[in-house]
């Protein structure tokens, strides 16, 4: 069992920058992959990114590549997402989420377990 606890969102404006953490209970954090998705007002859910267990692989949506960047402290059982030049379009509620699957992954029904999420808000 992994339980996930997302912090770091907040209110920011158009262009500014936010760190979000997720924090996962557990010994076994080193062995599952990580993501990040997102979800705006009326809209379906997202991916956002993904890191391998390593964190050798990582993937990202098109619409946060080269702003965004996931990393992890398996030490820490932390993962981030740096959010870099953020956008009014980048406001969502942002869920963090742990795949016990080999490899990384972008489809959210590969994951197994989530957090409560954190709301970002970025101002125009």
């Known amino acids: 069992q992994v339980q996930l606890v997302e912090s770091g969102g907040g209110l920011v404006q158009a262009g500014g920058s936010l760190r979000l953490s997720c924090a996962a209970s557990?010994?076994?954090?080193?062995?599952?992959?990580m993501g990040w998705f997102r979800q705006a007002p009326g809209k379906e859910r997202e991916f956002v990114a993904t890191i391998s267990w390593s964190g050798g692989n990582r993937y990202y949506a098109d619409s946060v590549k080269g702003r965004f960047t996931i990393s992890r402290d398996n030490a820490k059982n932390t993962v981030y997402l740096q959010m870099n030049s953020l956008k009014p379009e980048d406001t969502a509620v942002y869920y963090c989420?742990?795949?016990?699957?080999?490899?990384?992954?972008?489809?959210?029904?590969?994951?197994?377990?989530w957090g409560q999420g954190t709301q970002v808000t970025v101002s125009s």
């Open positions: 989420a742990a795949s016990g699957a080999a490899g990384i992954h972008y489809d959210e029904y590969d994951y197994d377990y």
């Open positions: 557990g010994r076994t954090f080193s062995r599952y992959a």
